[in-house]
């Protein structure tokens, strides 16, 4: 069974508040937040320091904290993993190669630049997390069951996460909640692209005026008027 201590205030929260992916609200808040983790104290704890020193930052997480303007922190960070780094490249690059001209590959060794991320590990783990959090509470929360069903559905990812999660009659209800919002946001994206036509200038936008960003919501998981990012 679900661990029920788990916190569901924050995936009530998001809910509550609704939106084109609730889901990636919350991720978008959550990201912030291990962001100032990052940036602040926590990171010279010895556990965050070594995930940190072995597994370094993507390209997007190294960017928004160097942008954070707390340029000492991001240096000490990078120092070391750089120090990580230097040790597992020069080990790959001097080991001499088997198998001839053409090697199998070899598997990713830990500390290589720009392939692991600590905050993308700490991330994912935490929106699995929530994504368990809103199965749960759809089975065990009536007025929860409620205000999902009637919710403008998630994203495509968040929606495959959260069907893959589930079965029975909530694996049911979000296909169908999810296919009924995808295609009221292509009905509404068609008619944005409609209004472009001259004959229709002086017809009403609708819904439309802001489909363009909730159909890329929808798709991409991101909000390109920079919302919550
Ligand atoms: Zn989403
Ligand atoms: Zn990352």
């Not at 120090?83 to 590959?105: C, H, N, S, V």
């Not at 070899?106 to 199965?135: I, N, W």
């Not at 009536?142 to 205000?147: C, D, G, L, Q, S």
């Not at 169908?176 to 008619?191: C, G, I, P």
Request: contains cysteine.
């Amino acid at each position: 069974m679900f661990n029920q201590r788990i916190d569901t205030a924050p995936v009530l929260e998001a809910f509550a508040a609704g939106g084109e992916c609730p889901l990636c609200a919350l991720r978008d808040q959550t990201e912030a937040g291990y962001l100032d983790q990052f940036l602040g104290g926590s990171v010279m704890e010895p556990a965050m320091r070594v995930l940190v020193n072995e597994k370094g930052f993507c390209a997007r997480h190294f960017s928004r904290l160097y942008a954070a303007n707390n340029h000492l922190g991001v240096a000490l960070m990078a120092h070391t993993h750089l120090k990580d780094t230097i040790t597992a490249l020069e080990k790959r690059w001097t080991q001499p190669r088997k198998g001839g001209l053409f090697p199998t590959r070899r598997r990713q060794e830990p500390g290589l630049p720009a392939k692991t991320c600590a905050l993308c590990d700490r991330l994912d783990a935490t929106m699995d997390r929530y994504v368990k959090t809103t199965v749960w509470l759809w089975k065990n929360d009536a007025r929860f069951r409620e205000r999902f069903n009637g919710s403008l559905g998630l994203c495509v990812a968040h929606a495959e996460a959260v069907i893959a999660a589930s079965d029975g009659a909530m694996r049911e209800a979000m296909v169908k909640l999810e296919l009924d919002n995808l295609r009221r946001v292509e009905k509404e994206l068609e008619w944005f692209t409609l209004k472009f036509d001259y004959r229709n200038h002086d017809k009403p936008w609708g819904e439309s005026k802001d489909a363009l960003p909730r159909a890329i919501q929808k798709l991409a998981g991101v909000n390109p008027q920079g919302k919550g990012d």
